[in-house]
């Protein structure tokens, strides 16, 4: 941490993304207590999008056994559980960018072996349609993405695939009108994914209708393969 850093750090300390606070404990971004609330994801997982199982004996999560996806695979950090449904919250509805340092620090210890294996050419957040973004005022993806790849040195590209139209909220929709709601509407603008193997990151999985667009949109354009990584992933399939 350089100068800067350490003036910043006092005079806008880190706040703890579960309940709000200052930590207790020099450099500390989350409460002790408040830190044994967030439970990363253990034990059996679907193989194809990190899905938690309830069956050691299963591979894959009861969506990704009858549906076909266009990206190669995924990791989640987090189960979407209320903790993280409100930290989650704050941070796109109430500013709390500030939150995300510790979320990429754990995503970090959590799947950089994973990601690694993976060996991605450059990682892509899920954009924000530029109406959206002008009003909340950043895209939590693409900080999240910036906080992982400086970290694992792999370069961050937001200029590559943008989001055309302004869609409604997912959360609003079922499957199939999740899947419709998303058809053409991400773009490529760049011209340097052929042959690219490539990372989306995101900040929730719940279908996996929002990734498969995008990754469809880059295999489309001539990319390798896509996988993902999200902070965290809903439960539902298993």
Known sequence: MNWKENILAVLY??????????????GRKICVKCDEQLKP?????CFKCSKPLHSEQREYCGDCSSARHAFKQGIAVYPYDKVLKKSIYQIKYYNKREYIPFF???AVKETAAVI?????DFMVPIPLHKKKQRIRG???AELLARGIG???GIQVRNDLLVRIINTVPQK???LKERQNNLKKAFKIVGNDVKLKKVLLVDDIYTTGSTI????????????KEVCFITLCIGSGGT
Do not use: H, M, Y
Request: hydrophobic residues 40%.
């Open 138 to 140: 950043f895209n939590q």
């Open 116 to 120: 690694k294996r993976w060996s991605p």
């Open 150 to 152: 400086e970290k694992l």
């Open 172 to 174: 609003e929709l079922t």
């Open 212 to 223: 498969d667009a995008a990754a469809q949109a880059l295999l489309d354009a001539g990319a």
């Open 13 to 26: 300390p880190a706040r703890c993304p579960v309940c709000g606070r200052i930590p207790e404990g020099a």
């Open 41 to 45: 994801l253990r034990g059996s997982r």
């Open 104 to 106: 990429a620090e754990s």
